[in-house]
């Protein structure tokens, strides 16, 4: 394996991604909550929610500032790492890769102009119009960056001729078939994970009998966001399913360890599969369900893995970030329901010990859910880097060099792991909301 180019280059590649995909996804979703918190504390004229879009805005700055390190980082490995892809789509998706710098930039200006103007003006709705284009920048950024995903799945928007691509249409590349499923779906789940996680702080201040009104609103809006939230990626979820059936008809068989090309197809969920056999144990099976998730109708017919060439495969392990993804998405949408129904009914108590315990709960589970999402995309992708066009194993590096990279790379990000939370804790431990409150109080 030290001495695989190939191996080495997806171990770095997923390591970074793995890790940058966390930062990523709190740099898009928290930004919209810093913005909400804001309007509703100048409409209300509650300290509370002013304090919390500071707060948030303080955390969200040092997340900003690791995920540059990382994404400069991923820039880098595309060239270094896969340069045989590069040189051959490199001139295609130049475009969104140019535009989700240019993105990130605008976030960036405005952000820093919304943090060192707070209280500068005497109308405070004018300071929170600086939130909008954050919000815009970060999931322009989300966007074309997806863009990019979603056309390594779907290629799109050039001729091939002698091996070389031609007549090549960067929009048309930008928006091929997979990007309205994706770009959806990763604002939703970015949205709800960063939900979760500001969530899941106010509910641990909660848990430790922090009962201060500021940690019971924080709950309550981010809860709100959480149950919302998670209906959409449900319903962006069986989007996905249908564009998988049409578009990428393997990739979904894989994930679901469908073999034959049948009707009434069953939707299975967990199990243990013999691959030689090719039969699945303990599995739950849900009858008519893939038909219904691939084409709205149980009896449809959903293609199989047997209908394409076994090397053409993806690796049948996806089955069980699928299902991760699945249960996960199902847990946080049912917590959020509970704290709802316990929030508006008064015969229950939506600060119940056990509802706070699982909202904390919650939180690394999204993450989590993130993570499986993203190698259920990837990895389901395999072999190709560009589907139907390029293969992993003709793109990658042939340096000698890779596992001195993967090494040095890893004790980078194992540190920013240590620091980084380390420096978030400090800073709020500090000085904590109550006190904030007390010293400061917030001009309207």
Known sequence: MIDDPVTLSRLLTFITLGFHIILATVGVGIPIFISIAEFIGIKKKDHHYILLAKRWARGYTILVAVGVVTGTIIGFQLSLLWPTFMQAAGKIIALPLFMETFAFFFEAIFLGIYLYTWNRFKKPIYHW????????????????????????????????????????????????????????????????????????????????????????????????????????????????????????????????????????????????????????????????????????????????????????????????????????????????????????????????????????????LAILSIEAGWIMTEVGRQPWILRGFLMVEDTATTSNHVFAMLVLFSLLYISLAILLPTILIRLFKKKDAEKELEEHHVIL
């Open 129 to 364: 119009l600086l939130s909008i284009p954050i919000v815009i920048g970060s999931s322009a950024s989300a966007f074309f960056i997806t863009t990019v995903n979603a056309f390594m799945n779907t290629p799109n928007g050039f001729d091939v001729e002698n091996g070389v691509f031609t007549n090549i249409q960067p929009l048309v590349a930008m928006f091929n078939a997979s990007m309205p499923s994706k770009m959806s779906h990763v604002l939703t789940t970015a949205y709800l994970t960063s939900a979760f996680i500001l969530a899941a702080i106010a509910a641990f201040h909660l848990l430790r009998n922090k009962s201060h009104q500021y940690y019971k609103k924080a709950l309550h809006l981010t809860m709100i966001g959480c149950f919302v939230f998670s209906i959409a990626t449900m319903i962006n979820g069986d989007i996905s399913g249908k564009f998988l059936a049409k578009y990428q008809p393997e990739k979904l068989a894989a994930a679901e360890w469908h073999f034959e090309t049948e009707e009434n197809a069953t939707l299975l969920l967990g199990g243990i599969l013999d691959p030689d056999e090719r039969e699945v144990k303990f599995g739950i099976e849900i009858p008519y369900a893939l038909s219904i998730l691939a084409f709205n109708r149980p009896s449809a017919e959903v293609i199989g893995l047997n209908e394409f060439p076994e090397e053409l495969w993806p690796p049948l392990y996806i089955h069980y970030f699928f299902n991760i993804m699945i249960f996960i998405g199902m847990f946080l949408a049912a917590v959020s329901f509970i704290y709802l129904v316990f929030y508006y009914f008064n015969r229950f108590n939506s600060l119940n010990r056990w509802l706070l315990r699982a909202i904390v709960i919650g939180a690394p």
